[in-house]
């Protein structure tokens, strides 16, 4: 699933391509919303919450979209190639000399502005919106309501606060020098939710992650993808274990020496 830096990166050029036009052509390929018909309306921005890519509307609507593991936006210009199959389109907005194209959108989701609440309330303070003292201070909050939970785990709760996604968890797990699966209150749950934003930031606009500030291939990450390859500290090799129940399972990547304590 794309981290929230991702996320936020297609809202922002989304926005750019279609903020202040006017829909010549637009068509929800969902069956619940295959009869809207939003041409004619202007787009009045497009943000995100988290994982959660909101295009706003003139008239006071809202079209919700959730990239999951598979979905994307794509930007064109008329006469352009798509590059994904035409079956797999959810979503087409045309404006001016520009085509937003979803492809294999999840949680589609039609509402009026005013109700967005309904679909991202339920979410923590969001690592890409407005950060605030009192947002940072709600998000430890949350964290270190759940002390028995792994940190692992926590981090990847939307709940507690949006935009962790795995690659992030597990660098942050990383530079803070614990196991993922420690238990939320033998860490520093401050320095937890400082990383996580300090991180997700710092790639908020960029398609190159690197969260080591390493140059060259293969150094973009302290510990995510690079199992059996050296530890840029110690030399000891990462290891991956499966974290989380079921189909939350995700693959953790960890250095058994930086970061000491429970293992999978």
């Not at 202007?42 to 959660?52: D, F, I, P, S």
């Not at 989701?109 to 609440?117: A, G, I, S």
């Not at 947002?135 to 785990?153: C, F, H, N, S, Y």
């Amino acid at each position: 699933m794309p981290e929230g830096d991702t996320v936020f990166l297609t809202g922002r050029r989304l926005d750019e391509a279609l903020a202040g036009k006017t829909l010549v052509r637009a068509e929800l390929r969902h069956p619940r919303l295959s009869t809207v018909d939003l041409a004619g309306r202007e787009v009045r921005e497009v943000a995100t919450v988290g994982k959660h890519i909101l295009t706003r509307f003139s008239g006071d609507l809202t079209l919700r979209s959730h990239l999951r593991m598979d979905g994307s936006w794509h930007l064109y210009r008329p006469g352009e190639r798509w590059k994904r199959p035409g079956h797999q389109v959810r979503v087409l907005l045309e404006v001016p000399e520009r085509f937003a194209v979803g492809f294999n959108l999840h949680d589609l989701e039609l509402v009026p502005t005013d109700r967005e609440d309904t679909l991202v309330g339920h979410l923590g303070p969001d690592l890409l919106g407005d950060w605030t003292p009192e947002a940072e201070a709600e998000a430890v909050r949350r964290l270190t309501a759940q002390p028995d939970q792994e940190i692992g785990q926590a981090l990847l709760d939307q709940r507690i606060m949006a935009g962790v996604g795995n690659v992030y968890k597990c660098e942050v797990c990383f530079l803070m020098g614990a196991s993922p699966w420690t238990k939320v209150s033998d860490v520093d749950a401050a320095k937890a939710v400082k990383l996580s934003r300090k991180l997700l930031l710092a790639n908020a606009n960029t398609v190159f992650r690197n969260t080591t500030g390493f140059m060259g291939r293969g150094k973009e990450s302290w510990v995510y993808e690079r199992t059996g390859r050296p530890c840029f500290r110690c030399g000891t090799k990462i290891r991956v274990a499966g974290q989380g129940p079921g189909v939350q399972e995700r693959p953790t990547f960890w250095c058994p020496r930086c970061q000491p304590g429970p293992i999978a």
